[in-house]
C-alpha cells in the first residue's frame, strides 16, 4: 500500500475545535464569528479566515498548546488512513511579533506532538513558513531566529501570506536556507498571478509550490518538465479563492504534473485526507488519477526523507 501523506497543513490553521472552543471559554476569549461560520461551511471572505486564523495562532502560547496542536494534527492524519504529513508552521510570528512563547518552548511542544505522532505510527516533519508580503528582510529575519539551533525535524523553509514581493528579490533569502540544509517551497498563484509559479521557480529557485491556482498550461508544462511538486488542497481553494471557479487539478495532472492532496487549514476549514479524496473524485477524476495523487504525495514527502 503506497503511503497516505497529507503533504500540506499549517499548525495553527489545524487546531482541534473542540479543543479551540474549551480554551476559548477557559481563557475568557469569545470564538469569533468569523471562525464560527467557516466551521459551519458558511463561504467568507480571505480577510475573515486571517480573523479566524490569528485567533487559534494567540492561544499557542506554550508548549503543552504547540504539543496539542500537532497531535490535533496527527489525530485528523490517522483517522483519514494518513501515514504523515509535512506540517507548516511561523515560529517567528508566535516568538517574535506575538512574543506570547519563547523559540526553545516552541520547539520543544513541536518535538513533543512529533514524538506522540510517531508513537500513533506516523511520520512527521516542519516547514518552517516566512510571510511574502512583510518581504526578504522578514525572511533573512526569521532565518536569523531558527537557524543557530535548527531541531532535525525542520527540513524545509517556505513563504506563505499575500504574493506581494517578487519572488527574485526572495531569491538570496531562498538560497540561504538551502545553503542550510533546506528544501524551498512557496506559496504561489493562489492569491497572485499565475506568473508567480514560473517566476519562484525559475528566477526564486523553489523546488515545490503550493496552491498554483492560477498557473497556466505553459507554466504546468514547467512545472511537469522540472518535476516540480504542486500541494493542491481542494477545501481550502474552493473556500479562499472562489473566483477560480474550475480547479486545475484535472488540467493539471493531465499535464504531468506531480500534484499531490493537502489539507492546508482544516481546523479553521473543516477536511481531511479523506474529504479531499472526495473533491478531486467530485472534479471528474478517476481511481487510476486519485492512485497517482497518492503515490505523489508519498514520493515528494519530506517527512518521509531518511
Known amino acids: 500500500m503506497l503511503p497516505l501523506i497529507d503533504r500540506h497543513t ?8 473542540a479543543w479551540v472552543r474549551t480554551e476559548a471559554e477557559r481563557r475568557g476569549r469569545p470564538v469569533p464569528p468569523t471562525l464560527e461560520a467557516f466551521w459551519a461551511g458558511e463561504a467568507q471572505p480571505f480577510s475573515s479566515f486571517i480573523e479566524a486564523f490569528l ?31 509535512d506540517l507548516w508552521a511561523s515560529p517567528s510570528f508566535l516568538v517574535s511579533h506575538l512574543g506570547q512563547i519563547s523559540l526553545d518552548e516552541f520547539w520543544r511542544g513541536v518535538e ?12 512527521g516533519c516542519v516547514v518552517v513558513d516566512a510571510v511574502n508580503h512583510f518581504g526578504p528582510r522578514h525572511g533573512q529575519a526569521v532565518l536569523d531566529l531558527i537557524l543557530p ?33 533546506l528544501r524551498i ?25 503550493i496552491h498554483g491556482l492560477r498557473a497556466d498550461e505553459a507554466i504546468f508544462q514547467l512545472l511537469a518538465e522540472r518535476r ?12 479562499l479563492v ?12 493531465r499535464a504531468g504534473v506531480r500534484c499531490a492532496l493537502g489539507t492546508d487549514d482544516p481546523g479553521v476549514i473543516p477536511c481531511d485526507l ?22 505523489n504525495g508519498g514520493e515528494d514527502a519530506w517527512c518521509l526523507l531518511g
Open 274 to 295: 479523506g474529504t479531499e479524496a472526495a473533491a478531486a473524485r467530485a472534479m471528474g477524476l478517476d481511481e487510476a488519477a486519485l492512485a497517482t495523487l497518492r503515490r
Open 228 to 239: 516540480i511538486p504542486v500541494d493542491v488542497c481542494p477545501s481550502s481553494n474552493r473556500a
Open 112 to 123: 513533543a506532538g512529533l514524538t506522540e505522532a510517531a508513537d500513533l505510527g506516523l511520520r
Open 149 to 181: 539551533d535548527l531541531p532535525p525535524f525542520v527540513r524545509g523553509f517556505s513563504t506563505g501570506g499575500l504574493e506581494g514581493y517578487p519572488f527574485r528579490d526572495w531569491a538570496p533569502v531562498f538560497d540561504r536556507a538551502r545553503a542550510a540544509g
Open 55 to 85: 485567533f487559534g495562532a494567540a492561544l499557542l502560547d506554550g508548549r503543552e498548546a504547540v504539543r496539542e496542536a500537532v497531535l490535533a494534527v496527527a489525530r485528523r492524519t490517522r483517522r483519514s488512513g494518513g501515514s504523515g504529513f
Open 242 to 253: 472562489a473566483e477560480v471557479q474550475e480547479h486545475p487539478l484535472p488540467r493539471m495532472l
Open 10 to 17: 499549517h499548525l495553527e490553521g489545524s487546531l482541534d475545535p
Open 185 to 209: 517551497a512557496a506559496h504561489a498563484g493562489e492569491n497572485g498571478p499565475g506568473s508567480n509559479v514560473r517566476e519562484a521557480v525559475l528566477e526564486g529557485g523553489v523546488e515545490r509550490i
